[in-house]
């Protein structure tokens, strides 16, 4: 095996995998197999419509079940595959169809309905045909005569077509489908005779083959249709209607995006659907993130998986998972905190000018003469030259406390100072321990940025993080890491060099820009969306890196739905549909009748703007707020109530004859 055949993770779309390279990529959610099996139940005869954002994995799920993986995993033994798998598994993309065609061209839905139906018959009964083709000739049936024989009755016209084979079969079914394009293309829609039912080809054929074949008696037809987002709504009514009268031994497994699934109506006097009796749904997104150590796991393996078939790694066993993080340079805290501290001991650092500034500010204001002196005083009781993280943590200490009391800061000062000894000494339950332990990451963000330098997002552990239950996110983000590696003279993957620091940000922001990119849906619902976006992102930001943050580690929000404008309440759920937001949870107050929900920022959108992965901290927005920034119409008053909000997290706090409104923003505490 060649060593190192370019960039393992260069094909980022299952659509683009070839049947063999999807078994050879393929990565269970469990170390034993099983995981995605008892979740999408391949022979169960109950529908399944599987939702999930771009890049969630459905179509690699879905291939992966298909007859051409089936057939391969089986090495074309089709006796095995029937008598192990019990289930064949037609796949087909809805985007073959090319079913914008079935509109307008001046005629309603109305006119289209029934020429889509019939061409969506004979479309996936051509695909069902393809693969009996292949199995009679493996197994080498003598009584392929018979059973067309019998497949002519299932239509409602005399076929006066010979066909004596499944292939001869299959090649008429294509003459009709040929024969409706050219219509369709030259808006001839009334011209189409329709000569079969619907249901009675995709249902009637698979319970005519399990009734007249032995090796078939046990065996479920299982018709895997991805992109169900292409279909318009008429399109989708007709499938869900298909999908609810569907006969034994057939069933459906529907794959699509979060916002793709636009009608739960039939055709059946337009009653919906059912979840939980008519069919079950799969969101592949909740899957993947309900548990975030089995998915680091699932993520590692995919890695070593793609590194085995470029021939990197040697083996795509579990042995590999430690390896796979020694390639990545780690970022170093203790040295970049001995950095600042040697600046420190040049010059007087910028967050020591900056409460210089504002004690300046706070004295001057209440007049006392002797502020010099005790300004001074107070900054020496906060420093710690030894190490800038706990010097951040003492004057953190001391922003929280201002804000209470806003008198007496010399005393203040002392306080924190005499805490942070108990601290050093080793006492427990410290309310420094507590403080760092909370806001951590925050002050080491604040301590970068006020050294001129980026954030950094390093190490397996932390794309695995950023990707957030989406495979195509992780596998997008190592692409550019290993292209930024090669162009910065790197040999990523390849025996003890690492990747360095410089390469995995940039590969990380430049995977999260074409995430930010890849998310936006065009014309003025986007443009809108990403308004709304910027805005809660700014807000989130100045919370953040501002002297006393309301909440640590902030990336979410949670609001009352009740005082959502309906305005506010479309932008947020197309938000949530195209994975820009993630909801988090959903909570009802059962005396007050109120719903609150929160959300978090996509992970991906996270290292543009300098927020954290991790979620502690909740904001709660109230009506004003949340409307400002979601609404359009309100968007004019976003400014003046985002500057009250964090005026009152930035020193010098409330002053003399200042009144403070606390309504704008609710702070629920740690969560």
């Not at 010099?372 to 001391?398: C, R």
């Not at 495979?471 to 060099?497: A, M, Q, V």
Request: hydrophobic share 35%.
């Amino acid at each position: 095996m060649n060593k190192g055949l370019g960039n393992p993770f260069l094909i980022t779309k299952a659509v683009h995998l070839s049947n063999e390279q999807i078994l050879e990529y393929w990565t269970d959610l469990t170390k034993n197999a099983g995981g995605f099996k008892n979740m999408i139940k391949p022979t169960n005869t109950m529908p399944i419509y599987i939702l999930g954002g771009k890049g969630s994995g459905k179509t690699h799920l879905m291939r992966y079940f298909s007859y051409q993986s089936q057939i391969l995993r089986h090495k074309n033994r089709i006796l095995d595959l029937l008598n192990k798998e019990k289930y064949i598994g037609i796949y087909s993309l809805f985007s073959g169809l090319n079913s914008s065609r079935f509109s307008n061209k001046g005629f309603d839905d109305e006119t289209w309905k029934p020429v889509f139906e019939y061409y969506f018959e004979l479309w996936l009964t051509s695909e069902l045909l393809i693969i009996l083709n292949d199995i009679f000739n493996k197994l080498a049936l003598k009584i392929e005569n018979n059973i067309c024989k019998k497949i002519k009755s299932l239509f409602d016209c005399k076929i006066v077509s010979r066909f004596d084979t499944i292939n001869e079969l299959q090649g008429f079914i294509s003459d009709l489908m040929r024969e409706i394009n050219i219509s369709v293309n030259n808006s001839k829609p009334k011209e189409i005779e329709i000569k079969v039912s619907r249901g009675n080809l995709i249902f009637g054929i698979p319970e005519l083959v399990q009734k007249n074949i032995y090796d078939f008696k046990n065996v479920n037809f299982l018709y895997l249709l991805d992109e169900f987002e292409k279909l318009v709504e008429y399109q989708q009514k007709y499938i869900n209607t298909i999908v609810w009268e569907r006969k034994n031994p057939t069933s459906f497994r529907i794959g699509s995006r979060l916002y793709g699934f636009k009608t739960t109506n039939t055709y059946n006097a337009d009653e919906k659907i059912k979840k939980g009796s008519e069919y079950n749904e799969v969101i592949l997104d909740n899957e993947l993130r309900k548990d975030e150590k089995k998915y680091v796991e699932f993520a590692k393996r995919l890695c070593i998986k793609r590194l085995y078939a470029k021939g990197y790694f040697t083996s795509s066993g579990e042995e590999n998972i430690k390896r796979l993080g020694n390639f990545f340079e780690e970022f170093d805290e203790y040295t970049f905190l001995n950095k600042v501290k040697d600046k420190s001991l040049i010059k007087e650092l910028s967050y020591f000018d900056r409460l210089r500034k504002q004690l300046n500010i706070y004295f001057t204001k209440e007049k006392n003469i002797n502020g010099s002196s005790i300004i001074e005083e107070i900054i020496n009781n906060l420093k710690v030259p030894t190490n800038p993280l706990h010097e951040k943590a003492k004057i953190l200490f001391f922003y929280i406390q201002w804000n209470k009391s806003n008198n007496k800061l010399l005393k203040i000062s002392k306080i924190v100072k005499n805490e942070y000894t108990k601290f050093i000494k080793g006492v427990q339950n410290s309310k420094f321990g507590i403080l760092i332990g909370h806001y951590r990451g925050d002050m080491m963000a604040q301590l970068l940025k006020g050294s001129r330098e980026k954030i950094v997002y390093t190490g397996l552990n932390t794309f695995i993080e950023i990707s957030w239950g989406i495979p195509r996110n992780l596998i997008i983000i190592l692409y550019e890491i290993f292209e930024s590696s090669l162009y910065n003279g790197e040999k990523p993957f390849t025996e003890d060099n690492k990747i360095s620091i410089e390469s995995q940000t940039l590969g990380v922001l430049n995977g999260c820009k074409w995430f930010e990119d890849d998310s936006d849906i065009g014309g003025k619902k986007g443009k809108l969306i990403f308004n709304c976006l910027y805005r809660l992102v700014n807000l989130l930001k100045e919370i953040r890196y501002s002297d006393k943050p309301s909440e640590c580690s902030v990336s979410s929000f949670s609001i009352n739905e009740n005082d959502l404008s309906i305005d506010s309440k479309n932008i947020i759920d197309l938000m949530n549909q195209h994975s820009i937001l993630v909801e988090l949870r959903f909570r009802k107050n059962k005396n007050s009748k109120i719903v609150k929900k929160s959300y978090q920022v996509n992970r991906m959108l996270a290292p543009l703007w300098d927020l954290p992965l991790s979620r502690r901290g909740v904001i709660q927005l109230n009506k004003s707020l949340a409307n400002s920034i979601f609404d359009y119409s309100q968007h004019k008053d976003y400014d003046k109530i985002k500057a009250k909000i964090i005026k009152k997290m930035n020193a010098p706090f409330k002053m003399k004859g200042e009144l403070v409104d606390y309504s704008q923003l609710v702070i629920p505490g740690f969560e």
